[in-house]
């Protein structure tokens, strides 16, 4: 049994991902989800069907608050799902973000606060992530467990209504036997 993985989410918006190890045990999976003796929000247990380790190369543009990202082929990907970008040069560009809207299949667009570039250094990378709430963890108030039916690649926790506290998501995965 591997030790629980860990992730703590104390304002609106979504946790980091924890990747899952799909070649192990990928239906021997936990989710626990506790609260803070002060927490008053709700939360979401997502998870993605897309492997977090798999980029593709695209290019930013930046206008005002909004970020372009623009792709060779297809990203497949819709409003509300996850864009993570790395290598821009630009920490403000960066960063595990969600995907405000879709302009073509080649392009999408986030939402960023300041920064000082106007374009990406090319080539940056982004990891493309489908994200699916599950089933019986949504918009919840109070502690709640589930697990998965199916092999996923990754989860997080999504706080949609924060007014205080946190919540703690926990993943324990078994391992399979050598």
């Known amino acids: 049994m591997r030790s629980p993985v860990n992730v703590q989410q104390s304002a609106n918006g979504a946790s980091k991902w924890i990747p899952l190890d799909m070649q192990q ?3 021997n999976v936990a989710l626990l989800a506790s609260l803070s003796y002060n927490a008053n929000l709700t939360y979401t247990v997502q998870f993605t069907p897309d492997n ?4 593709q190369y ?3 543009a930046i206008s005002g608050t909004t970020a372009t ?3 060779a082929t297809a990203h497949n990907l819709n409003a509300g799902d996850s864009v993570t970008i790395l290598n821009s040069g630009d920490s403000g560009i960066d ?4 995907v405000a809207s879709v302009p073509s ?3 999408l667009t986030y939402t960023v606060g300041a920064t000082t570039l106007t374009a990406s250094l090319p080539p940056c990378q982004a990891v493309n992530m489908r994200v699916f709430s599950h ?3 949504q918009n919840l108030t109070a502690r ?3 697990n998965f039916a199916f092999p996923v690649w990754a989860v997080r926790v999504n706080v949609s209504n924060y007014v205080a506290g946190s919540v703690t998501l926990s993943v324990i995965q078994g391992h399979a036997r050598g």
Do not use: E
């Open 95 to 98: 960063g595990v973000w969600q």
């Open 25 to 27: 045990r990928p239906f």
């Open 135 to 137: 089933d019986t963890m």
């Open 52 to 55: 977090p380790f798999v980029t």
């Open 105 to 107: 299949a080649t392009t």
């Open 69 to 71: 990202v623009t792709y």
């Open 58 to 60: 695209c290019s930013v």
């Open 144 to 146: 709640a467990d589930g």
